[in-house]
């Protein structure tokens, strides 16, 4: 079955401090990892998409890197603003899968000046 | 318009009623995607049209549940006699080719958040 589990579920920083979010999945072949970033009450907000290992992104403190079973999403000197909850989700491959997420449960940031 | 749009934004209905929720995609995009997001949790997938492809349904958590897309562009999800339990924030996204190896992005709406009472 196909599954995605993100780590650490909460995650208190202090501004300037950089660190990692996890993003563990099992999937039959992979498409697409997709990190989205979610502010409360709001819809997901797209940030990156992974195709295959070894493949980095970066958008002004966000690098996301990608495996074959993990994903990370590192986060140099972040800032208050960066406060928000951060979904992974894959996209699997094979004629029956129609290219919907599935996402984790999403790691909750929150950065204190 | 510019990203997906979603009506209503907030709902508030009384248990046994019917709902109906309305997204309308990214103009061109072909792909469409219903999911569910009760408070805390993760984002559950309920219903997906592609084109003319028979809408793959394997989320709808009963029948209950519906949802049309019309003319490949507007999509509405009905609620049957809603319970307590189907309190949650409905999102709706679109992309513009699930198929394809690349620009397959799918973006969300900012939901719909229904209240059962």
């Known amino acids: 079955e196909d599954q995605v589990t993100q780590s650490p579920e909460a995650l208190r920083l202090q501004e300037g401090e950089s660190s990692s979010l996890n993003c563990s999945y099992t999937v039959s072949g992979l498409r697409g990892l997709f990190w989205y970033r979610q502010d409360p009450g709001k819809g997901p907000e797209f940030l990156f998409t992974l195709y295959s290992a070894g493949e980095e992104k970066e958008k002004e403190r966000l690098k996301a890197t990608l495996t074959k079973k993990e994903s990370f999403l590192h986060i140099t000197a972040p800032k208050p603003e960066d406060s928000a909850t951060y979904l992974c989700a894959v996209q699997a491959r094979g004629s029956g899968n129609t290219g919907k997420l599935i996402f984790g449960q999403g790691t909750t940031l929150q950065v204190k000046p | 318009g510019a990203g997906v749009s979603q009506s209503p934004s907030n709902k508030v209905t009384e248990k046994g009623k019917d709902v109906e929720l309305r997204c309308d995609p990214i103009?061109?995009?072909?792909?469409l995607y219903w999911y569910r997001q009760s408070l805390g949790q993760g984002l559950e997938f309920l219903i997906y049209?592609?084109?003319?492809?028979?809408?793959?349904k394997s989320g709808l958590p009963s029948d209950r549940f519906s949802a049309e897309r019309t003319g490949g562009s507007v999509s509405t999800l009905t609620i049957q006699r809603t319970q307590q339990e189907d309190s949650a924030v409905y999102l709706c996204?679109?992309?513009?080719?699930?198929?394809?190896?690349?620009?397959?992005?799918?973006?969300f709406g900012e939901g719909s958040w229904l209240t059962v009472v």
């Open positions: 996204a679109s992309s513009l080719d699930p198929g394809g190896t690349g620009g397959n992005t799918i973006y």
């Open positions: 049209f592609q084109g003319n492809s028979a809408p793959d």
């Open positions: 103009s061109g995009h072909t792909a």
